[in-house]
C-alpha cells in the first residue's frame, strides 16, 4: 500500500468526530499541494466507490474497523493515533448509549487526548445526577465550606466529600461561582462540549435522571410524587404539536420556578415522549 508522508497535519487525539478528522487532514494536504485524490486514497486503501467514501465523510456511512486501520496507515498515523483513531471509529458508530459511553471512557484514557482538557469535565458533570441538584440546592441555600449543610439536604443521600468535589467541578466549569458575601451560588453559564461529547454527556443525565424516577416509586409517598402517562395515536403533525406543547409546559415549569421566592426544596420533573409502535402507512391499509 502506498502511503503519504508525515507531516505536521491535524492530530487526531483533537478530535471526537473521525470524518471530521479525515476532512481536515485532507483539506491540509491539498493546501500542501499533494497530489491527492478521493480516488488515490480509494485506490490505496481498497475503497471500490469513492462515492461511498464521500458518504462516509458525509456520516451517511460508516467505516469497518479493518478499513479505519488502512486508513490510519496510509495516514502514517503512529501506534497510540492508530488505537485512538480506532476508539474514535466506534464511538462515532456505536449505536447503544452504553457502548458508545465505554469508547468514550476508553478515549479519555489517552494522556494525548485533548478530552482530557476540554471535554472530560463537562462529561463529568452530566455523568453524575447530583451535580444539577447540588447547584440547584446552592440557589436556597447559603455555603460557605460546610458541605454537610448540602450533604444532607441531597435525596438519595451523598457525602459531604461528594458535594465539596461537586462544587469544585462547577466552579471549574463556571456554573457555580462566589457571591460578594463568600457563599458559592449558581452563575448563569451552560455547558457546551461540541454535538459528539454533549450528545452523549446529556444522555447519560436522562438515563440518570429515569433510574431516580424508578427510585422515587419506593423513596417517596404518593402525594409528594406524580407519575402520568398517556398511549395515544396521533399523526406526524399532531404528535409535533405534542411536542411543543411539552416545551411550551417545560418554559412555564421554569417560570413557576423563577418567580417562586420561597422555595425550598429541589424537584426533578421528567417530561417523555416516545413512540411504541412502528408507523401504519396507507399502503399497509389496503
Same mark, same amino acid.
Given at each position: ?39 488515490? =486514497?480509494?485506490?490505496? *486503501? ?11 465523510? #458525509?456520516?451517511?456511512?460508516? =467505516? ?21 483513531? #480506532? +476508539? ?16 468514550? *471512557?476508553? @478515549? ?42 448540602? +450533604? ?5 443521600? *451523598? ?16 456554573? *457555580? ?11 448563569? +453559564? ?6 459528539? =461529547? ?8 436522562? @438515563?440518570? @435522571? ?28 399532531g404528535y409535533e404539536q405534542v411536542v411543543q406543547e411539552l416545551r411550551e409546559f417545560r418554559r412555564k415549569v421554569y417560570?413557576? +420556578? ?22 401504519h402507512d396507507e399502503e399497509d391499509r389496503r
Amino acid at each position: 500500500m502506498s502511503t503519504i508522508k508525515r507531516g505536521s497535519y491535524p492530530t487526531v487525539f483533537q478530535y471526537t468526530d473521525y470524518r471530521k478528522f479525515l476532512l481536515d487532514t485532507l483539506a491540509y494536504l491539498l493546501d500542501e499541494g499533494r497530489k491527492l485524490s478521493y480516488r488515490s =486514497i480509494c485506490d490505496a *486503501v481498497g475503497i471500490k466507490s469513492t462515492g461511498h467514501f464521500t458518504l462516509v465523510l #458525509q456520516g451517511k456511512a460508516n =467505516i469497518s474497523i479493518p478499513l479505519a486501520m488502512k486508513l490510519a496507515r496510509f495516514l502514517k498515523l503512529k501506534k497510540r493515533e492508530s488505537d485512538y483513531f #480506532q +476508539a474514535l471509529v466506534l464511538f462515532n458508530q456505536a449505536k447503544k448509549h452504553a457502548d458508545k459511553r465505554d469508547y468514550f *471512557v476508553k @478515549m479519555m484514557s489517552f494522556k494525548e487526548s485533548s478530552i482530557r482538557l476540554v471535554s472530560a469535565d463537562q462529561y463529568e458533570y452530566y455523568d453524575k445526577w447530583y451535580h444539577a441538584v447540588i447547584r440547584a440546592l446552592l440557589e436556597i441555600v447559603p455555603v460557605k465550606d460546610d458541605f454537610s449543610v448540602i +450533604a444532607k439536604m441531597v435525596d438519595p443521600p *451523598v457525602s459531604a466529600d461528594e458535594v465539596r468535589k461537586s462544587i469544585e467541578l462547577m466552579v471549574t466549569l463556571q456554573l *457555580v461561582k462566589k457571591d460578594d458575601l463568600g457563599n458559592f451560588r449558581p452563575a448563569e +453559564a451552560i455547558i457546551d462540549s461540541g454535538p459528539a =461529547i454533549g450528545s452523549l454527556a446529556v444522555t447519560n443525565y436522562a @438515563m440518570n @435522571m429515569l433510574e431516580l424516577g424508578k427510585q422515587a416509586f419506593d423513596r417517596f409517598p404518593l402525594e409528594e410524587r406524580i407519575f402520568s402517562w398517556a398511549t395515544l395515536g396521533v399523526s406526524e403533525k399532531g404528535y409535533e404539536q405534542v411536542v411543543q406543547e411539552l416545551r411550551e409546559f417545560r418554559r412555564k415549569v421554569y417560570e413557576i +420556578a423563577k418567580n417562586d421566592a420561597n422555595a425550598n426544596r429541589i424537584y426533578q420533573v421528567n417530561i417523555q415522549a416516545f413512540p411504541v409502535s412502528k408507523p401504519h402507512d396507507e399502503e399497509d391499509r389496503r
